[in-house]
């Protein structure tokens, strides 16, 4: 029986910040590579999951949530906490 290898390294919020911070949002393509980080760092959502997002899986009034179809089809609804999307708009 093999061992279960150990887990990835993690970001400190130093780390994650300095990427955040690092992508340029002036072009809209920048915003949207930042908005993407950001659902999979706070949702916790496989690369997939966020491929497969649709804007009807978003929604925008108060409390702001995401929903998400993992595996197996088996669908999650996620709360976006903290999300300030007039930024976005």
Same mark, same amino acid.
């Given at each position: 029986?093999?061992?279960?290898?150990? *887990?990835?390294?993690?970001? @400190?919020?130093?780390?994650?910040?300095?990427?955040?911070?690092?992508?340029? /949002? +002036?072009? =809209?393509? #920048?915003?949207?590579?930042?908005?993407?980080?950001?659902?999979?760092?706070?949702?916790?959502?496989? *690369?997939?999951?966020i491929a @497969?997002?649709?804007?009807?899986?978003?929604?925008?009034?108060?409390?702001? /949530? +995401?929903? =998400?179809? #993992?595996?197996?089809?088996?669908?999650?609804?996620?709360?976006?906490?903290g999300w300030?999307?007039?930024?976005?708009?």
């Open positions: 029986m093999e061992s279960p290898s150990p *887990a990835p390294p993690s970001l @400190d919020v130093e780390q994650g910040n300095a990427i955040l911070d690092s992508i340029d /949002t +002036v072009p =809209l393509i #920048g915003l949207r590579d930042k908005v993407l980080i950001q659902l999979l760092y706070n949702t916790g959502a496989r *690369a997939q999951e @497969d997002l649709r804007i009807s899986d978003l929604r925008f009034e108060t409390p702001a /949530t +995401v929903t =998400l179809a #993992g595996k197996g089809r088996k669908i999650r609804t996620l709360p976006l906490n300030e999307f007039k930024d976005f708009s």
